[in-house]
């Protein structure tokens, strides 16, 4: 599987920004992911199926995944930004069918994006 993010960018805190990750085929399990330099990558959010999601303490209330039209799109709506939300985000999708509180970590994604970079200022 092959996966695009776009929609990456600077934005102010308390601003939004919405992702997207164009994937070369359907995967039932997919996660959003982020990384900032010093620390260990992190699962944002995770769906399986249409609408079945798990998220990060840290971004509850703030985050929304979803699928695009397209069921090989996945989406990343991001409210309410901070400058801790800085990080390179990136797509993943699992081979295997799992519930998102699994699909949420990282060992048990398969294919990844390149990542697209957010920078949120204080």
């Known amino acids: 599987v092959q996966l695009v993010e776009s929609g990456g960018g600077s934005v102010q805190a308390g601003g939004s920004l919405t992702l997207s990750c164009q994937a070369s085929r359907y995967s039932y399990s997919m996660a959003w992911f982020r990384h900032a330099p010093g620390q260990e990558r992190e699962g944002v959010a995770s769906i399986s199926g249409d609408t079945s999601s798990a998220y990060a303490d840290s971004v509850k209330g703030r985050f929304t995944i979803s699928r695009g039209n397209a069921k090989n799109t996945l989406t990343l709506q991001m409210n309410s930004l901070k400058p801790e939300d800085t990080a390179m985000y990136y797509c993943?999708?699992?081979?295997?069918?799992?519930?998102?509180?699994?699909?949420?970590?990282?060992?048990?994604?398969?294919?990844w994006g390149q990542g697209t970079q957010v920078t949120v200022s204080s």
């Open positions: 993943a999708a699992a081979e295997n069918s799992m519930t998102p509180e699994f699909g949420i970590r990282a060992d048990y994604n398969n294919y």
